[in-house]
T-cell receptor
Framework: AQSVTQLGSHVSVSEGALVLLRCNYS??????LFWYVQYPNQGLQLLLK??????LVKGINGFEAEFKKSETSFHLTKPSAHMSDAAEYFC????????????FGAGTRLAVHP | KAGVTQTPRYLIKTRGQQVTLSCSPI?????VSWYQQTPGQGLQFLFE???????NKGNFPGRFSGRQFSNSRSEMNVSTLELGDSALYLC?????????????FGPGTRLLVL
């Protein structure tokens, strides 16, 4: 069965610093992976997705993620954090055995301080 | 295109009551999924409808039910509410059930059960 683990429920960075949010997946088949962001009192917004076309995926707002099959990882990065990046981030895998429903990690709350 | 809309945005109910939540997908999308988000359990899949048929169901009791109409709008019903049903209920739509198809989320309905 597919599963997703996000290391670190809270991450704090300074404005301008590198953002690194970790995601490891478990999948019996080639996975389709997603990163979503949730701002307070809002729904989820897609940042980027991996669908096997390229291992380095670029998303919105300067975020990118690299798929590493050998490490079963799909970490999210951004070179320089902005205050507006403060939000909760969710990694998800698509479950092909369940009509491709999304299986989410527990989420990582990102705080950005001046 | 207008995004996914959910009504109402906030609800307060008491134990034992029932509640109906509504979701209107993005125009042209035929699939609607429902997720429950709580601090303790995170994001959990409830069910998905496609062309008025339930295609997949998560591990929730029978008190949770849903339906989809011919215009793809969906409703979710929870009967005999319990305190633990307090959560943010998110609806997501996508064009088809393909594994790489992005799910677009609405802002959610926040349900508080007293």
């Amino acid at each position: 069965a597919q599963s997703v683990t996000q290391l670190g429920s809270h991450v704090s960075v300074s404005e301008g610093a590198l953002v690194l949010l970790r995601c490891n997946y478990s999948s019996s088949v080639p996975p389709y992976l997603f990163w979503y962001v949730q701002y307070p009192n809002q729904g989820l917004q897609l940042l980027l997705k991996y669908t096997s076309a390229a291992t380095l995926v670029k998303g919105i707002n300067g975020f990118e993620a690299e798929f590493k099959k050998s490490e079963t990882s799909f970490h999210l990065t951004k070179p320089s954090a902005h205050m507006s990046d403060a939000a909760e981030y969710f990694c998800a895998v698509s479950d092909p055995g369940g009509y491709n429903k999304l299986i989410f990690g527990a989420g990582t709350r990102l705080a950005v301080h001046p | 295109k207008a995004g996914v809309t959910q009504t109402p945005r906030y609800l307060i109910k008491t134990r034992g009551q029932q509640v109906t939540l509504s979701c209107s997908p993005i125009s042209g999308h035929r699939s609607v999924s429902w997720y429950q988000q709580t601090p303790g359990q995170g994001l959990q899949f409830l069910f998905e409808y496609f062309s008025e048929t339930q295609r997949n169901k998560g591990n929730f009791p029978g008190r949770f039910s849903g339906r989809q109409f011919s215009n793809s709008r969906s409703e979710m019903n929870v009967s005999t509410l319990e305190l633990g049903d307090s959560a943010l209920y998110l609806c997501a739509s996508r064009f088809r059930l393909a594994v790489q198809e992005t799910q677009y989320f609405g802002p959610g309905t926040r349900l508080l059960v007293l």
